[in-house]
């Protein structure tokens, strides 16, 4: 045990777990932020070695009244992983691949597992696992599934929900439970029994039955035809099972705990989908506009060829890498200085396939008088650069000059694509009532633009605006019945607006069901429900202007 700041409590719990604990102020310090806007100090860092340790934590902090925070790589952008609690870092240990099965195309892992280090283990069996991140170099599956994470090419692969199975769980009181399809007779049997699983099953049971909350969650829920949806707890999915709905997929709680951030139980393993290898032959149009609102024009031509991905880049974004000596050298591919840019992506079998796709796609661009430029990029070098480039987004905002930058605030709203360039209209005109610039980039073909407002978060004024910018863009993103988070997750950034996009009766539905799943709230309080207002425990403390 390395500490600074030792009590009792915390050596006691190392006597009674195999991994690590950790309470000195060094480690904590690293431990009270995530890649998001927050920061707050945690009691502790846990490493557990294994789920005995995970059972053993569970007690504890039942018998403290402390609580677990979950953590993978700590790549949340939203304060998923941040909390004054015990942060349980999974990255250390928990980190093995379990079991592959290529006849049935499923992988079981632990929570731990790196997705690209998987990626590169499925790759001899011409296997992946379809959803991906910028991050897929560090981010772990244990994140990905509490964020329900997906990325550039969700319009084929969808998120990390599509894709799980199963998951195995260590429940509030230290049980552990294996949520995954069950048929109506397995339910019953579920229900029947008198333990913690057998009341979650009932309590999910007696919300879905009902047929006013049934009328409240359709009515409320973003778009069911979205797919990048991850506003509160997934109870319109559920809805959709054919316990419920007619011609459903099989109920599975494993829907619910997609998304849901770690609030409901701790993850052990996971059992995911897999899908075979996309064709080998690849090529990207690289589309030039005038305009951001021409670019979501194009969008919609793009999407009638079925592309694997279609993502945004605006001007100012490709004008910030025009000073980045990384990013200058996969500019090359540029011809003047486009308003938008589409990066179009096609995997066929042949080389001929896609250049027919691409002549006619331009046909269609030329057609509506959308466009000036279209090259192809072909070639696994060059492809890569381009997708370099648009990776790096996050980074070059990040050096934007000056203590204003694009902060995460509304960078992960989704809508329908087809309603998308009245969604940006209206957004547009909110920038301009708040007086702030913004950044367009990501994930378009899925309706998913990334939209960072330039704040400075160590200027009081800003800190208020943030509030009241996101407050806005909830009523904004509810009226195109639209999801606030699409990929990101809600955390301590978007947990405030809710009730807001889902009404409050389906609020106080997901209430329910936390208080269900973790009555005493150890596991990572604070998030999705009961969340604190989203401009405290910010990095920054604010300069507090003196008075004239």
């Known amino acids: 045990m390395n500490t600074d700041n030792h009590p009792n409590r915390f050596i006691q719990l190392q006597k009674q777990i195999s991994g690590e604990v950790f309470t000195d102020n060094t480690t904590r310090i690293l431990y009270a932020t995530d890649a998001s806007a927050y920061k707050v100090m945690p009691l502790a860092v846990v490493y557990p070695k294994n789920e005995q340790d995970i059972k053993t934590l569970v007690q504890f902090a039942n018998q403290e009244s402390l609580s677990l925070i979950p953590r993978a790589a700590g790549t949340s952008l939203a304060g998923q992983v941040v909390g004054k609690g015990i942060v349980v870092d999974i990255s250390k240990h928990l980190t093995k691949i379990l079991e592959l099965n290529t006849e049935e ?47 550039s090419h969700s319009i084929i692969y969808g998120s990390t929900r599509d894709h799980t199975l199963e998951v195995s769980a260590i429940l509030s009181d230290g049980s ?62 559920l809805l959709e099972s054919n316990l419920y709905t007619k ?21 052990t393993e996971i059992k995911l989908n897999l899908v075979p290898a996309p064709p080998k032959e690849k090529a990207l149009i690289c589309a030039h506009f005038e ?60 080389k001929a396939e896609i250049e027919e796709i691409a002549n006619k796609m ?30 790096s987004a996050l980074g070059v905002l990040s050096n934007m000059p000056g203590d204003a930058k694009p902060v995460s605030l509304i960078e992960d709203t989704s809508v329908m694509p087809e309603v998308l360039y009245n969604y940006i209209a209206e957004f547009k005109e909110l920038m301009r009532k708040h007086d702030i610039s913004c950044v367009f980039h990501a994930h378009i073909g899925s309706g998913e633009i990334h939209l960072r407002p330039v704040l400075n ?92």
């Open 457 to 548: 978060l160590k200027d009081q004024g800003d800190q208020e605006k943030f509030h009241a910018i996101g407050l806005d863009s909830a009523k904004l993103v509810k009226k195109y019945k639209g999801s606030l988070s699409g990929e990101h997750g809600d955390g301590r950034l978007r947990g405030e607006f809710i009730p807001v996009m889902i009404g409050e009766k389906n609020y106080e539905l997901l209430r329910d069901i936390k208080n269900a799943w973790d009555p005493n709230h150890i596991f990572n309080p604070g998030k999705i429900v009961d969340t604190p207002k989203m401009n405290t425990h910010l990095r920054y403390e604010p300069i507090r202007k003196p008075k004239k």
């Open 105 to 151: 195309k499923w992988v079981k892992v632990q929570p731990g597992v790196i997705l690209d280090e998987l990626n590169l283990y499925l790759k001899d069996y011409n296997l992946f696992f379809g959803p991906e991140t910028s991050t897929s170099g560090r981010c772990m599956m244990g994140g990905m599934l509490g964020n329900n994470s997906c990325g």
């Open 247 to 267: 011609g459903g997929d099989q109920f599975n709680f494993s829907k619910l705990l997609a998304g849901s951030e770690g609030t409901l139980a701790f993850t």
């Open 362 to 391: 331009e046909d269609d661009f030329k057609a509506s008088s959308l466009g000036y430029h279209f090259p192809m990029v072909t070639g696994a070098d060059n492809i890569a650069r381009v997708w370099d480039l648009r990776k």
């Open 176 to 237: 552990k439970a294996v949520f995954g399809d069950l048929n109506k007779n397995e339910f019953e049997q579920k229900c029947a029994g008198s333990n913690l699983e057998s009341k979650l099953y009932n309590n999910i049971h007696s919300i879905l039955s009902n047929q006013e909350n049934q009328k409240g969650i359709r009515r409320e829920y973003p778009d069911i035809n979205i797919k990048r949806r991850n506003t509160g707890y997934a109870i319109d999915l």
């Open 291 to 350: 305009s951001l609102e021409e670019a979501i024009q194009g969008n919609l031509i793009a999407l009638k060829y079925k592309p694997g991905a279609v993502e945004l880049m605006d001007d100012q974004i490709l004008k910030l890498t025009e000073g980045n000596i990384l990013q200058a050298k996969n500019r090359f591919f540029l011809k003047g200085n486009p308003g938008a840019l589409l990066i179009i992506e096609f995997a066929r079998e042949t």
